[in-house]
């Protein structure tokens, strides 16, 4: 079956140094893949989603590139800023069928001073 | 604005009670999910549904129901309760165009199970 895997689970960085949250993944066909991102008391929202055309998806300074050779859709921001510290969950929708999407465990992404 | 509601916010129920979560969406969108979050787990599909009177299992179903009596409403049940359903539950909606997938949550239920 379908299956997301994020290694880190919790992550703790400087301000002002760059991010990298880890994300692999295993489907039969082809997926979308997506970043959600959870704020303290929050609900889960869509951060980034994955581009068929090699586009790289960027949104409030995330960026994320689809590797399908090492079938990895890792994060990446080159400035870690306060307020991105929140909970990170990487997943997929396998494309074929049924509209289900796949979360990852989550990376817990604390930014200090 | 368009949005997911879920009532209750908390719930605090004794083992072999019986629970009802219930999810409300403006969104007009056709699917609809039920998800649990514990820590090291992330989000885990229970039940979703495509439409009114459709309901799927997800990915760990036992132990829950779902009912979608209309495009709005989604309710997840817990016929007997039982302290590992002590979690978080989350609601979403959403839409699916050949993959290009969003999915709105709700603000989340704490159940508490004793």
């Known amino acids: 079956g379908d299956s997301v895997t994020q290694t880190e689970g919790l992550v703790t960085l400087t301000e002002g140094l760059p991010v990298m949250l880890n994300c692999t993944y295993q489907?039969?066909?082809?997926?979308?893949l997506f970043w959600y991102v959870q704020h303290l008391n929050e609900a889960p929202k869509l951060l980034l989603k994955s581009f068929t055309d090699n586009k790289r998806p960027e949104h409030q300074g995330f960026h994320a590139t689809l590797h399908k050779s090492s079938s990895s859709f890792h994060l990446q921001k080159s400035s870690a800023q306060l307020s991105d510290s929140a909970l990170y969950y990487c997943?997929?929708?396998?494309?074929?069928?049924?509209?289900?999407?796949?979360f990852g465990a989550g990376t817990k992404l604390t930014i200090k001073p | 604005e368009a949005a997911v509601t879920q009532s209750p916010r908390n719930k605090v129920a004794v083992t072999g009670g019986k629970v009802t979560l219930s999810c409300n969406q403006t969104?007009?969108?056709?699917?609809m999910y039920w998800y649990r979050q514990d820590t090291g787990h992330g989000l885990r599909l229970i039940h979703y549904s495509y439409g009114a009177g459709s309901t799927e299992k997800g990915d760990i179903p036992d132990g829950y129901k779902a009912s979608r009596p209309s495009q709005e409403n989604f309710s997840l049940i817990l016929e007997l309760a039982t302290p590992s359903q002590t979690s978080v539950y989350f609601c979403a909606s959403g839409e699916d165009w050949g993959g290009y997938a969003e999915q709105f949550f709700g603000p989340g239920t704490r159940l508490t199970v004793l």
């Open positions: 489907s039969t066909y082809s997926p979308f």
């Open positions: 997943a997929l929708r396998a494309n074929y069928g049924n509209e289900k999407i796949t």
């Open positions: 969104n007009n969108h056709n699917n």
